[in-house]
């Protein structure tokens, strides 16, 4: 299980404090910070850009180093960072801003390959992560302070033996998260992401998918213009491009949960796909508590409410069909979960 070891003093504070990552299944949680605001590059190749963006009396500098801007796909560490930590807090364990983990166990869980190119890539992820610093005076727990910083403050690989064939294999990685993203773990101002999520790899899809996800929520829909979706989003493309690109995403649907369509007024809609299975007249499953806590023990340490609310969203993009015993199917389900 995930669990904090220090040297004396408490998890936050003692030299050589680290917590260690393997719980297995965690769902995805992401800072609603960085989905609010544009802190990430879209581009596929080395981004050196210095990006400003102001919205709302928030203002934000982005300074790349010379490796280049951190990626939305670099984001992924952090998302299984983030992700770890709020497990072990919602299962009442302590927890560190220093993180030790396998470096598979990452690959896996953002659903990467697990060759030796993507070690090297993985790599590289993190001298951007670090080496990209952030001038900011976003509030995260209340607390506006306008501060530079990286995202994250360290980061150690540690490898197998060399052999005559090459270098060894990254085996275990240490990543010290920035004190301002491990703030905004410790006040809970976090959002729960599709496991689907992942799979999106293009990354304007994945930058549309976090602003639809923070602002519609769980209302029914959100509407936005699409020049304010242009600046939320980061891209740096043309207006006329922009656009042409989120006609393309209209067609192809491709963001989980969400659909989204153009509508007059160079507006963009994005509704929940399952609220519109429900407003068909099904009234999702419920459960009694008996089966949550059950859940809880299959599953430790994950949030078994986001749990419960991705099965029903399952439930509903099936078509809604007519349970027996929706407890039991819920508990399936689990199981299902706990053997992959």
């Avoid at 922009?242 to 659909?259: G, H, N, S, T, W």
């Avoid at 986001?306 to 029903?312: F, G, K, P, V």
Wanted: proline share 5%; net charge positive; glycine share 8%.
């Amino acid at each position: 299980m995930c669990a904090a070891l220090t040297g004396g003093a408490g998890p936050s504070q003692g030299q050589g404090a680290f917590f260690l990552c393997d719980v297995f299944g965690v769902v995805p949680k992401n800072d609603m910070a960085s989905m609010e605001h544009p802190l990430f590059s879209l581009a596929t190749r080395p981004d050196r850009r210095i990006l400003n963006y102001e919205h709302k009396g928030t203002a934000i500098t982005v300074t790349p180093s010379v490796k280049g801007l951190a990626t939305i796909h670099d984001k992924d560490i952090l998302i299984f960072c983030i992700s770890q930590l709020m497990a072990a807090l919602n299962a009442g364990r302590s927890i560190s801003r220093t993180l030790h983990l396998k470096a598979h166990d990452l690959l896996i869980a953002t659903n990467r390959e697990t060759s030796g190119d993507a070690y090297r890539r993985l790599r590289e992820a993190f001298e951007r992560l670090a080496g990209t610093r952030i001038t900011t005076n976003i509030a995260t727990g209340g607390v506006e302070v306008t501060k530079g910083f990286g995202l994250i403050e360290s980061w150690e690989i540690v490898r197998r033996a060399p052999t005559g064939r090459g270098s060894g294999r990254m085996t275990h990685v240490a990543v010290t998260l920035s004190d301002w993203l491990y703030q905004a773990v410790l006040s809970n101002a976090v959002l729960t992401l599709n496991r689907d999520y992942f799979s999106l790899r293009k990354p304007l899809e994945r930058r549309i998918y976090e602003l639809v996800r923070k602002h519609c929520g769980r209302q029914q829909s959100w509407t936005v213009s699409v020049d304010t979706l242009l600046k939320k989003s980061g891209s740096a493309s043309p207006r006329r491009v922009f656009r042409k690109m989120l006609r393309d995403m209209i067609a192809a649907q491709p963001l989980p949960d969400y659909a989204l369509e153009e509508q007059p007024g160079d507006l963009i809609y994005f509704s929940q796909k399952q609220g519109v299975v429900e407003r068909s007249g099904a009234r999702p499953p419920a459960l009694r508590s008996e089966t949550l806590e059950q859940g809880r023990e299959m599953l430790p340490g994950a949030d078994i409410y986001a749990l419960e609310a991705e099965w029903r969203g399952m439930w509903a993009r099936s078509g809604a069909p007519r349970l027996r015993s929706p407890d039991a199917a819920f508990l399936g389900w689990l199981r299902k979960r706990v053997g992959r």
